[in-house]
Structures are given as C-alpha cells and as structure tokens.
C-alpha cells in the first residue's frame, strides 16, 4: 500500500496561515475519522498534534486545526510561529486493519 | 508520564536477527495497545506492528510480515520486535509507541527510538 500523498513542502512567513493536504483513498482516510497529524522536529520523536481529524490532545496549540473531505485530510497551522518549523505527517487506519502514513511535509517558516 | 525507551538496535549483517525492547512506564502497560513504526534515515514514517492490550491480536505491515513478531511481557511492562532475515532495506530508527485509549490505531506516545542498520 503506497503512503499518502502529500506536498514535500510547504513554506508561511510568522503570524501567517498555512494549509498542509494529506490525500489517500476510499480504504483509509476516505472512509474513516481516523486522520491523524503529527509534528517531527529534527532528530526528535515525533509527537501527536491532531487525531481523529479535528481534535488536539491536551498541551496542544488551538494554532493547529484538522479537517477532511473525502479522501483529502488537511493540517491548518495559523499564526505561524518560529518553533513551528518542523516535518509533519499525516496518517490513517485502513480497511486493511493497519496504520498507514503520508510521506511527509517539510514546513519552513520565512 | 507517559516514558517508553527503547533498546537492542545495532549495526547487523543481512539475513541476521535481532531483537528490540521497550520499557514502558508512567501508564498501566496491560491496559494499553502498542505499536511500533520505524523511520529509514532522510525517509518518512512507517508503521510496522501492532499489538493488542493484551497480545490477542497481532497487524503487520506487509513489508515485515512472516519476518517481525511483535509480543509483550506484561510483567515486565516491556514491548519486543523479534526481527528476523533482516534486510538493508530494514535499516532505520525504529520508535515504540503505546496506541490511544480512543482507537488502537492511534499512535498517542513515542520513545526516542533506537537505530538498526542492516549492511555487510
């Protein structure tokens, strides 16, 4: 099974806005509520930023937002901040009863 | 809170094994899901097991199934991937992660990962 699609990299200036599009198929992000996103900064864990599309775990900025419509899920990032530069992932369950992720979103801030 | 530390990576001969471990504390590990996903260097994430709160049910990754096998040892609140004909394209950091209380496929929590090269 291929990853998600989504952009290699995305680029926003401080205090601005950026949207980041996580695209996979009617057997995983499509036909669950199971989109999660997750921030990676270099050398460092990962760590959860949204889950099952629009909610954030407690600690996490309200600056981070999650939506989906059909088989695009999608990270907004507002106020863009220095420390928000980082990759991020999306992922997905899947009717094949495993986890799949996308392959990555280098975002730079200006 | 919630630590997971991870250990056994090394530097492996292809068609070798090896076995990682994940020390779990600060959550009650049986009531718990628990992953692992691994990343090849410069290269994007890559979920690779699963394992139910209480080792009933086992999901792999395509790439390593018949190859990895996930268990637990409650008593020992530790998580192992028996990894075994390793290839060079097994070569990453490879992150323990305890799923979330909402849905096993939720990867809730990370450790810091340990790094596996596979190379002759």
């Known amino acids: 099974q291929s990853a998600l699609t989504q952009p290699a990299s995305v680029s926003g200036s401080p205090g601005q806005s950026i949207t980041i599009s996580c695209t996979g198929t009617?057997?995983?992000?499509?036909?669950?509520?199971?989109v999660s996103w997750f921030q990676q900064h270099p050398g460092k864990a990962p760590k959860l930023m949204i889950y099952?599309?629009?909610n954030r775990p407690s600690g996490v900025s309200n600056r981070f937002s999650g939506s989906k419509s059909g088989n695009t899920a999608s990270l907004t990032i507002s106020g863009l901040q220095p420390e928000d530069e980082a990759d991020y992932y999306c992922?997905?369950?899947?009717?094949?009863?495993?986890?799949?992720f996308g392959g990555g979103t280098k975002l730079t801030v200006l | 809170q919630v630590q997971l530390v991870e250990s056994g990576g090394g530097v492996v001969q292809p068609g070798t094994s090896l076995r990682l471990s994940c020390a779990a504390s600060?959550?009650?590990?049986?009531?718990?899901?628990m992953h692992w996903v691994r990343q090849a260097p410069g290269k994007g994430l890559e979920w690779v097991a699963f394992?139910?709160?209480?080792?009933?049910?086992?999901y792999y990754a395509d790439s390593v199934r018949g190859r990895f096998t996930i268990s637990r040892d409650s008593s020992k609140n530790t998580l192992y991937l028996e990894m075994n004909s390793l290839r060079v394209e097994d070569t990453a950091v490879y992150y323990c992660?305890?799923?979330?209380?909402?849905?096993?496929?939720?990867?809730?929590?990370w450790g810091q990962g340990t790094l596996v090269t596979v190379s002759s």
């Open positions: 600060g959550f009650i590990f049986s009531d718990y899901g």
């Open positions: 992660a305890r799923a979330g209380s909402g849905g096993w496929y939720l990867v809730e929590y």
């Open positions: 992922s997905s369950y899947t009717s094949s009863s495993s986890v799949i």
């Open positions: 394992i139910w709160y209480d080792g009933s049910s086992k």
């Open positions: 099952d599309v629009t």
């Open positions: 009617s057997s995983d992000v499509g036909a669950y509520k199971y």
